[in-house]
């Protein structure tokens, strides 16, 4: 597992390829695991964000999008734990952070990097600070900060993390800087259409629920717009 480089390739896919949030919340159609993160059992979580992570690296390639250099990552987010088993599906934190995090605690499958057991297996922290085996690890990009922040406010678990770089192992300074909390979280200034959120969000629970292939050909035939995919990387 190359983690540096995926964490490249999610960064590259939110920042060149999907980077409106308000088209479809950072949760693509290519990348869909068409279920909730907390709805998947946790033997398959791993396979799961295997799969993602494939997909997303192929479909890069594919399109030949250059990424984004190792330096420059730290001026596009930073990366933020998330204990999605651990909810009580209240609402409270996709209320709060205008759905960037789920009715499950979980974050966009577009900014999902690894779970605790892949980092674990890779010795990606010191000994002694091992992670919780299904914790999602996920990108949070910069525009998204104060409404991860608020996820964490209210959460009733406590199941929200900004994570601490000093237990990173040396193998990976280059990527050290990332994992820790974002200095001066400010609410944006620019207004968040609300209205175009809410409607996407029902439109991607209502896939997720219908979970069928045949639903997504009859949605986008309905649609005189072209995928964004499609519309990015028209040859």
């Not at 279920?35 to 979580?45: E, G, N």
């Not at 996709?94 to 979980?106: L, P």
Request: negative net charge.
């Amino acid at each position: 597992m190359n983690f540096i480089r995926i964490i490249q390739e999610t960064v590259t896919w939110i920042e060149k390829v999907n980077p409106d949030f308000e088209v479809n919340l950072y949760r693509s159609q290519e990348l869909s695991p068409k279920s909730y993160y907390h709805q998947i059992p946790d033997y398959l979580k791993g396979n799961v964000l295997n799969d993602l992570i494939s997909k997303r690296s192929k479909l890069l390639q594919t399109a030949r999008v250059e990424l984004i250099p190792i330096p420059d990552l730290g001026d596009y987010g930073r990366i933020m734990f998330f204990e999605a088993n651990e909810t009580v599906l209240d609402g409270a934190p996709e209320d709060v952070s205008a759905f960037f995090i789920d009715i499950g605690d979980a974050p966009p499958w577009d900014t999902w990097l690894a779970i605790g057991s892949q980092l674990n297996a890779i010795n990606f922290h010191r000994a002694g600070h091992e992670l919780n085996s299904d914790l999602l690890i996920a990108w949070v990009p910069k525009a998204q900060y104060y409404y991860a922040q608020q996820a964490c406010e209210v959460a009733l678990l406590d199941n929200f993390a900004w994570p601490a770089n000093e237990f990173i192992s040396d193998e990976f300074n280059a990527v050290n800087s990332l994992f820790q909390k974002p200095d001066n979280i400010i609410q944006p200034e620019e207004r968040i259409d609300f209205e175009n959120i809410l409607k996407q969000s029902k439109i991607i629970m209502s896939e997720i629920e219908e979970n069928s292939k045949s639903y997504y050909e009859k949605l986008l035939s309905e649609n005189s717009k072209k995928p964004f995919w499609k519309r990015m990387f028209k040859r």
